[in-house]
């Protein structure tokens, strides 16, 4: 069983900055591939940004230029750093990992074996 546990919501002006950071446990992590995704009121829940264990990237189209995934296997961490934010990011953000290699970067939710409790994130226009 791994562990999630996401940290660093919060409140933020439009075109401010908030970094998220999520904890995964497991001997293994370096193996795993990391997810963020965002569920706002009323909306389903969508993919934000990934990495795989080799590092491989990908992000959603909306936040593509702003958003960097990033993970410090040291640390069991995988990061989340949001520039340039918008009223429109204004969601929950789940962390959510998964303990099979995968060469490229899963984008569904089905593809994620564990998940954090979330961490909400406001942007206040």
């Known amino acids: 069983q791994v562990q999630v546990e996401e940290s660093g919501g919060g409140l933020v002006q439009t075109g401010g900055s908030l970094r998220l950071s999520c904890a995964a446990s497991?001997?293994?992590?370096?193996?795993?591939?990391m997810g963020w995704f965002r569920q706002a009121p009323g909306k389903e829940r969508e993919f934000v940004a990934g990495?795989?264990?080799?590092?491989?990237?990908a992000y959603g189209d909306s936040v593509k230029g702003r958003f960097t995934i990033s993970r410090n296997n040291a640390k069991n961490t995988v990061y989340l750093q949001m520039n340039s934010l918008k009223p429109e990011d204004t969601a929950d953000y789940y962390c959510?990992?998964?303990?099979?290699?995968?060469?490229?970067?899963?984008?569904?939710?089905?593809?994620?074996?564990?998940w954090g409790q979330g961490t909400q994130v406001t942007v206040s226009s």
């Open positions: 497991g001997r293994t992590f370096s193996n795993y591939a």
């Open positions: 990495i795989t264990w080799s590092g491989s990237t």
């Open positions: 959510a990992a998964d303990n099979r290699l995968h060469h490229i970067v899963p984008i569904t939710t089905w593809e994620y074996t564990y």
